[in-house]
C-alpha cells in the first residue's frame, strides 16, 4: 500500500497532490480515487483549435484578397481608363444635360411655357393651324410624362420635337388675321437664281480693309434715307468700328462723291462701338452688333442717339465664341443683323442651341423708342459650317464656300413655317476669298456682299 501510495504521489508531482486512505479487503488493499482532476480540457482544447482554424481561414482570406488586388486591380484600372476613353466623344451630350432629371425638368417647364404661348395664340387665331399644334404640344406632354416614369423615350428626340413644335408657335404669331393678300412680294416662293455680280468695288477705305458690311437703305417705305447707300468698315484689326458713311444716291456712291460721315461711338472699344461686320442701315438708323455684348444697338442718323436690344438665349456667343467659318473664319461674326421685306432680324448662336443658328425678329418701337426682340426660331444647322447668312421673305438663306471665287447657297429655313430646305445650290460669284458679310436689301432685291474690302452687289430671282 505504501508503494501505491508513493506511486500514486509521484504521478501527481509538479500537480496537485491527493491523499488517500486505502482499506483492506479479501487480501488487497482498496481506496477510492477522484479522477475528475486528472480530465483533459477538452472544451479549451476546442475552443483554441477553432480559434486556430479561423486564423489560418482569416489569413487565407486575406492572402487571396492580396493577390486579388495585386493582380485584379490593375485590370480593373485599366478597364476604367477604357471606358473613360470611349465616353470621351459624349462628354459635350453630358455636360449639356441631354439625358439627367434636370434637362428634363427644365424641359418640362419650357413645355409649359410654350402650352401659355400657343394657348393666347389659339385664343386669337382658333384656326386648323393652331389645332393641330395643340393637339403634338398635348402629345409631347404625355411623352415627357412618360420620361419622368422610364427611359424609354429618347430626350433628343423629343427636344427636337420641342423645337419644332416651338418654331411653329413663333411662325403663329407672325400671321396677322388680315393674312390673305399681305406681302404679296413674298408669296413667290424661295430664290431660283442668284446673277452676276452687278456691282463691283472697292471700299472706299482701301481693300486692305477686308471686313465690314455695305447696301441700300432697306426699309421699304421710308421716306428719310431712301435712296442712300452706305458703307461701315471695320477700322482697328478688322474686327471693331465707330464710323459710318452715306452717300445720297447711287451715282455718289460709285464715284466716291458727296459722302457723309457719322461718328457712332468715340472709340473703337466704346459700348456704342461696332464689333464684327453686322451692320444694316434700315431707314434712317443704322443697326449693328454692340462691342463686347450680347446687344444689338440702334443709332439714329438723326440724333445721334444709341439704343440697345439684349439678344435672349441661354449662352449667347460672342467674342469670336461662334463665328462664320466654313472653310476661313471670319472673325467676331457671332451676331449678324439683317433685314428684309418682313422688317429686321438678328442671326446669331448659343450654347443652348448646340451652336446651331437661332433666328430672332427685331422690332424697333418708334413711339416708346424702345428696341425689342419679339420671336425666335432655333435652326439645327451649326453656324461654324457655315460661311455667312441673310434674310429674304423671313426665310434665312446659309451659304458656304466652294473656292476663292465662289460662294454657293445651299440652306434656307423659313420662319413662316418652321421648314428647312437642304437641296440649294445657288452660285455667288466672288473676287476674293472671304466674305465679310452677305445682306438682302428688299428695295431693289439685291445682295450686298463685303468680299475682303471689295463690294459687290447680285440680283436675286424667284
Known amino acids: 500500500m505504501l508503494a501505491f501510495l508513493l506511486l500514486l504521489l509521484t504521478s501527481l508531482k509538479g500537480g496537485d497532490a491527493q491523499r488517500v486512505i486505502g482499506r483492506s479487503k479479501d487480501g488487497s488493499c482498496h481506496c477510492e480515487v477522484n479522477s475528475t482532476m486528472w480530465s483533459f480540457p477538452v472544451l479549451k482544447y476546442e475552443g483554441v483549435l477553432l480559434q486556430v482554424k479561423t486564423c489560418e481561414g482569416s489569413l487565407s482570406s486575406l492572402q487571396e484578397q492580396v493577390l486579388l488586388s495585386t493582380t485584379r486591380l490593375p485590370q480593373i484600372q485599366a478597364q476604367v481608363e477604357n471606358v473613360t476613353a ?20 427644365l424641359l418640362g417647364q ?11 395664340v389659339h385664343t386669337q387665331l382658333n384656326n386648323t393651324q393652331t389645332q393641330k399644334l395643340s393637339t403634338e404640344v398635348g402629345k409631347l406632354r404625355k411623352d ?32 396677322p388675321k388680315d393674312f390673305k393678300g399681305q406681302h404679296r412680294y413674298c408669296m413667290k416662293g424661295l430664290i431660283t437664281n442668284i446673277s452676276e455680280p452687278v456691282t463691283t468695288k472697292i471700299s472706299p477705305y482701301g481693300k486692305n480693309y477686308i471686313s465690314g458690311s455695305w447696301g441700300r437703305q432697306a426699309q421699304m417705305d421710308t421716306e428719310g434715307e431712301k435712296d442712300s447707300y452706305w458703307v461701315q468698315t471695320l477700322l482697328s484689326s478688322h474686327i471693331y468700328g465707330n464710323t459710318l458713311r452715306v452717300y445720297q444716291t447711287y451715282e455718289d456712291f460709285m464715284a466716291s462723291v458727296n459722302h ?11 459700348a456704342d462701338a461696332v464689333e464684327g461686320p453686322s451692320g444694316v442701315l434700315y431707314g434712317e438708323a443704322l443697326y449693328y452688333h454692340c462691342f463686347g455684348s450680347t446687344d444689338v444697338c440702334r443709332y439714329d442718323l438723326k440724333t445721334n442717339s444709341v439704343k440697345r436690344a439684349t439678344i435672349p438665349g441661354t449662352g449667347v456667343g460672342i467674342k469670336n465664341k461662334f463665328p462664320y467659318c466654313y472653310y476661313d473664319c471670319r472673325s467676331h461674326s457671332d451676331v449678324d443683323v439683317e433685314a428684309d421685306e418682313t422688317g429686321l432680324w438678328v442671326i446669331y448662336t448659343t450654347l443652348g442651341n448646340h451652336g446651331n443658328l437661332v433666328v430672332s425678329r427685331l422690332v424697333w418701337d418708334g413711339e416708346a423708342q424702345v428696341l425689342n426682340v419679339t420671336q425666335i ?3 439645327r444647322l451649326f453656324k461654324k459650317a457655315v460661311s455667312n447668312a441673310f434674310m429674304v421673305c423671313g426665310v434665312m438663306y446659309a451659304t458656304r ?9 445651299f440652306y434656307a429655313f423659313d420662319t413662316a413655317t418652321g421648314k428647312e430646305d437642304n437641296s440649294l445650290a445657288l452660285p455667288l460669284e466672288k473676287v ?22 471689295y463690294l459687290l452687289a447680285y440680283q436675286a430671282y424667284f
Open 144 to 175: 415627357v410624362e412618360k420620361m419622368h416614369i422610364s427611359d424609354t423615350i429618347n430626350l433628343k428626340t423629343v427636344k427636337e420635337n420641342f423645337r419644332y413644335l416651338k418654331n411653329s408657335v413663333e411662325s403663329c404669331k407672325t400671321i
Open 86 to 105: 470611349r465616353l470621351q466623344p459624349f462628354q459635350y451630350l453630358r455636360h449639356q444635360g441631354l439625358y439627367t432629371a434636370l434637362s428634363l425638368r
Open 401 to 409: 464656300y466652294v473656292n476663292d471665287y465662289r460662294e454657293e447657297v
Open 260 to 270: 457723309k460721315d457719322y461718328t457712332l461711338a468715340p472709340s473703337y472699344t466704346h
Open 110 to 120: 419650357e413645355l409649359s411655357q410654350l402650352e401659355i404661348d400657343l394657348s393666347v
Open 377 to 379: 426660331w432655333e435652326t
Open 432 to 453: 476674293a476669298k472671304g466674305v465679310a458679310s452677305l445682306s438682302y436689301n428688299p428695295v431693289n432685291r439685291q445682295i450686298y456682299m463685303y468680299n475682303d474690302g
